[in-house]
């Protein structure tokens, strides 16, 4: 038996029906349409006139159109098209479709045409499924990039605005937003950290005056909320707690006017909410270890070490501005005899009282210090010799005028002042000091103070050149 013989074969239609087989023979207007688009209640005139057309969801329409006219008209070798076709209750199937012209007329017009349906709709629900898998697999590798990268900010800076901005940035780039901010509770009060590059501190003080409630009720719940304002467009808002190690310690107020936050929105923005709550609280513990090593636990003023780091910058300042500046050392007279004659107690109580007399008569513009025992230093800025004389006589009256606890004798202060002036008394330029400089001119002043009669205040720019000599060669030897 040859090949040709196999050219043609005899198969009955209803098993080509069955198998989705469909047959359209144009000459005679017979053929047969497939078992499945019966299923879905189309017939052979629909098949055999392109009715079945109209049925193809009108997305797809076109494009199924344009396939079979051009395979028809002879500009494409066969049909192939996927396309959603309505099911008759209202749903869409998807199919493939394909087919072509077995027989033409001598002038190319189509006489006959065989072709196949394919139900793919699982097939395509699979596709789909496996591109949503696809997209979430995406989303999720950025997210967790995103957490890496906060995660790195927040262990890396104790700055509290510094990581608030980095992890704002993070968050930018997994929940389309216009404006973000975060605000830190402290002492039952709402404060501005920081947040995206478009807020400042008087957008976040309009903001708070008007959503006050809200952030408030965020802050006691600790639940996020959405809230829409009604502008126009409206701006689609959420505020989300700050909660670190079962503490609220701030708000992240998030906007935008495209949508509403949705649900996979609030999850997000809690997971970046956990890394600002870190920051914060991260920032809050180191602001007070910093505190604590740079403020004199007893005396409540700066360590020595503190004074003279932040000393030498002041000094830089007063000296490039032009602006003057004084600097005194005060010390207690007979303080060793206070602590043999009392004790200790009562000499850490009267250190204390001094420190409040000072920061109570100063300016919070001024620097002060504790340099150990009852010695301490402060920088006044701003201020030039004549009023740095009068401050420092009215904090000699004041500790003098003070009924320390425990002393039943009155308690006197020594003082000496020194002063950098944007111009010497000749007209010459000022002189460049450096802090312990200008600490070591003070101190010449109050060895002179101490040596000639105590409870006095005396200044280096009055003493004449004798008495800065002696008091050069050995301050630290004058009595207490």
Not at 33 to 43: T, Y
Not at 136 to 144: H, N, Q, V
Not at 171 to 184: F, N, Q, W
Not at 292 to 312: K, N, P
Request: charged letters at 25%.
């Amino acid at each position: 038996m040859t090949t040709s013989e196999f050219e043609t074969v005899s198969l009955r239609k209803e098993v080509l029906s069955r198998l989705g087989v469909f047959y359209v023979d144009m000459l005679s207007g017979s053929g047969f349409v497939d078992s499945r688009w019966m299923h879905l209640g189309f017939s052979f005139d629909d098949m055999k006139n392109n009715r079945w057309l109209d049925r193809v969801h009108p997305s797809d329409r076109d494009h199924a159109r344009t396939a079979l006219l051009r395979h028809l008209r002879g500009e494409a070798p066969a049909f192939k098209c996927e396309f959603r076709v309505e099911d008759g209750t209202g749903g869409y199937r998807w199919f493939i479709s394909a087919g072509a012209v077995e027989r033409r007329e001598r002038n190319g017009t189509p006489l006959t045409f065989v072709g196949h349906n394919e139900d793919v709709t699982s097939l395509h629900s699979l596709r789909e499924e496996l591109q949503t898998a696809h997209r979430l697999a995406e989303d999720r590798a950025t997210e967790a990039e995103a957490l890496r990268a906060a995660g790195a900010v927040v262990v890396a800076s104790l700055d509290a605005p510094t990581a608030v901005r980095s992890v704002i940035q993070q968050l930018e780039l997994l929940v389309p937003l216009d404006s973000a901010m975060v605000c830190e509770l402290e002492s039952r009060e709402l404060r501005f950290v920081g947040g995206a590059s478009d807020v400042t501190e008087e957008s976040f003080r309009e903001f708070a005056r008007r959503r006050l409630k809200t952030l408030l009720k965020v802050v006691k719940s600790r639940l996020p909320e959405p809230a829409e304002e009604p502008d126009q467009p409206p701006r689609h808002k959420l505020f989300v707690p700050l909660v670190a190690r079962g503490v609220t310690v701030g708000v992240l107020a998030l906007a935008r006017e495209s949508t509403a936050f949705g649900p996979e929105d609030v999850r997000v923005a809690m997971t970046m909410a956990d890394y600002l709550s870190l920051a914060l609280s991260n920032a809050r513990l180191y602001s007070r270890m910093q505190q604590r090593a740079e403020i004199d636990q007893l005396s409540g003023v700066l360590t020595r070490r503190a004074f003279m780091e932040s000393g030498e910058q002041v000094m830089d300042h007063a000296f490039h501005s032009g602006k003057p500046l004084c600097c005194l050392i005060l010390d207690l007279d007979h303080f060793k005899s206070i602590n043999d004659t009392y004790g200790h107690s009562v000499g850490d109580q009267v250190i204390r009282t001094l420190g409040a007399i000072m920061r109570d008569s100063l300016r919070s513009t001024d620097m002060i210090g504790r340099f150990g025992g009852e010695e301490f230093c402060a920088l006044l800025t701003e201020t030039d010799p004549g009023e740095g004389h009068e401050v420092t006589e009215r904090l000699r009256l004041a500790i003098a005028a003070t009924d320390f606890s425990g002393v039943e004798r009155a308690v006197t202060a020594s003082i000496g002042i020194a002063s950098l002036t944007n111009a010497s008394n000749d007209g010459t330029p000022a002189e460049r000091l450096s802090i312990e400089q200008i600490i070591k001119r003070a101190d010449v002043a109050l060895y002179y103070a101490k040596e000639n009669g105590r409870d006095r205040a005396v200044s280096y720019d009055t003493m004449d050149a004798a008495d800065r000599a002696a008091g050069a060669q050995d301050p630290s030897g004058r009595t207490t």
